[in-house]
């Protein structure tokens, strides 16, 4: 089955740069998405299609690709952004199904 | 503003069904194709089902093929998820979720537990 593998974790402190990875093998034929949990709240988007970022996500949050690696940035981390991101992808090539990486917890 | 709002979760014996469902505002439902998206305590996000604007089509993750099935009311703004022969894997938090034409997950209610 398809596998999305992100990092447990990252750390870094506030106002410096956060990295977290992703890799799969179907990446550079699908697009990506990165999600956004805190404690007890529902999943939030924020970014789409691998680099779009939706109305109301603030400008430190990016996305890029690399091959079989998508990258989400947080440029001048904020103790808000600490939470759980999971990247997300699909396959609908032999079949429909849609998959999520493990998620990678960000402590600020 | 898109508001969907599950019900249905609680607590049932292995081996029982259950039925979840999503009530469904602030768009044009019957356009939208939706998903059921589950998370198991302290655990990441799992896919679970996806069916489509009109009901046509639905697809079920492998581990829950054969038990759950996804359906729609367009008449009635609902979607649902009939659960049955339920395990101990499946307790979890269920996400009812809307699907648009670039985003697969763009907008979540805030979930209903299930524990098995």
């Known amino acids: 089955s398809y596998e999305l593998t992100q990092p447990p974790s990252v750390s870094v402190a506030p106002g410096q740069t956060a990295r977290i990875t992703c890799s799969g093998d179907?990446?550079?034929?699908?697009?990506s998405y990165w999600f956004q949990q805190k404690p007890g709240q529902a999943p939030l988007l924020v970014i789409s299609r691998d680099t779009a970022r939706p109305s109301g996500i603030p400008e430190r949050f990016s996305g890029s690709t690399s091959g079989a690696t998508v990258t989400l940035t947080i440029s001048g981390v904020q103790a808000e952004d600490e939470a759980v991101y999971y990247c997300?992808?699909?396959?609908?090539?032999?079949?429909?199904?849609?998959?999520f990486g493990g998620g990678t917890k960000l402590t600020v | 503003q898109v508001v969907l709002v599950e019900s249905g979760g609680g607590v049932v014996q292995p081996g029982r069904s259950l039925r979840l469902s999503c009530a469904a505002s602030g768009f044009a439902f019957e356009t939208s194709a939706m998903h059921w998206v589950r998370q198991a305590p302290g655990k990441g996000l799992e896919w679970v089902a996806v069916t489509s604007f009109d009901g046509s089509k639905e697809f079920h993750a492998d581990s829950v093929k054969g038990r759950f099935t996804i359906s729609r009311d367009n008449s009635k703004n609902m979607v649902s998820l009939e659960m049955s022969d339920l395990r101990r894997e499946d307790t979890a938090v269920y996400f009812c979720?809307?699907?648009?034409?670039?985003?697969?997950?763009?907008?979540w209610g805030q979930g209903t537990l299930v524990t098995v």
């Open positions: 997300q992808s699909a396959d609908n090539t032999d079949s429909y199904f849609w998959v």
């Open positions: 979720v809307r699907a648009t034409t670039t985003v697969t997950f763009q907008d």
């Open positions: 179907d990446l550079p034929n699908q697009y």
